[in-house]
């Protein structure tokens, strides 16, 4: 079974500087799937970033860099120059391939709260 | 492009009573799923559907039951609310491919009393 952790409940950081959201996986599927949502007080989900398991570089988009280190089974998020309207909720999810379909599932972790400080 | 929408946005239930929850969605997405989020956790699985005409259970399926109506919809119906069914229902969306990423509509609040 797959398994999403992400240790740090809260995070705290200053407006203009860099944050790390931390994510640990554990699959025994090869070929697999990392996301990262935002969910602001406002409660939808904003899909951030992918990384695929076979991607040979780190998935960056805009101020979201994912740094995927395969051995480690860890995808952490990195967004760079906090904004204020970065203060939300951020999920880390695997995809986890349904054999029996063409679909797939995410597998979501419980999530880290980020507050971004004037 | 609406993306996905869900409707209603917010529901009140009293424990025995029935409700459906709708998902639409313009992105011509093959795959459609329902997930529910508690307070402090991350979204679970109840249903999804691979294509239309298939339907297949997830995570907590147990006490909803599914309907993929057409490509575009797919609804998710509550027989006898419990209170433990007390969550906030996202549908989401994805393409033909696996790799595609999942799109999520705006949830929908229920309260079941």
């Known amino acids: 079974a797959q398994k999403i952790t992400q240790t740090q409940p809260g995070m705290f950081v200053q407006e203009k500087e860099a944050v790390t959201l931390d994510c640990t996986y554990d699959?025994?599927?090869?070929?697999?799937?990392l996301f990262w949502y935002k969910q602001p007080s406002s409660g939808e989900m904003i899909f951030l970033i992918y990384?695929?398991?076979?991607?040979?570089q780190n998935a960056t988009e805009g101020r979201y860099s994912l740094n995927f280190q395969k051995a480690r089974k860890s995808a952490n998020l990195v967004i760079s120059a906090s904004q204020l309207g970065d203060s939300a909720m951020y999920f880390c999810?695997?995809?986890?391939?349904?054999?029996?379909?063409?679909?797939?599932?995410?597998?979501f972790g419980e999530g880290t709260q980020l507050t971004v400080n004037p | 492009n609406a993306g996905v929408t869900q409707t209603p946005k917010f529901q009140v239930l009293k424990t025995g009573q029935s409700m459906t929850l709708q998902c639409a969605q313009d992105?011509?997405?093959?795959?459609m799923y329902w997930y529910r989020q508690d307070p402090g956790m991350g979204l679970r699985l109840i249903y999804y559907?691979?294509?239309?005409?298939?339907?297949d259970k997830g995570e907590v399926p147990n006490g909803y039951n599914v309907s993929r109506l057409n490509k575009r919809e797919f609804s998710l119906r509550l027989e006898s609310a419990a209170p433990s069914q007390t969550s906030v229902y996202f549908c989401?969306?994805?393409?033909?491919?696996?790799?595609?990423?999942?799109?999520f509509g705006p949830g929908t609040r229920l309260l079941v009393l």
């Open positions: 999810a695997m995809r986890e391939s349904l054999q029996e379909t063409s679909g797939s599932r995410l597998t």
């Open positions: 699959t025994s599927d090869p070929s697999y799937g």
């Open positions: 990384q695929g398991s076979y991607d040979q």
């Open positions: 992105m011509n997405h093959n795959s």
């Open positions: 559907s691979a294509s239309e005409g298939t339907t």
């Open positions: 989401a969306g994805q393409g033909p491919n696996r790799q595609e990423t999942q799109y």
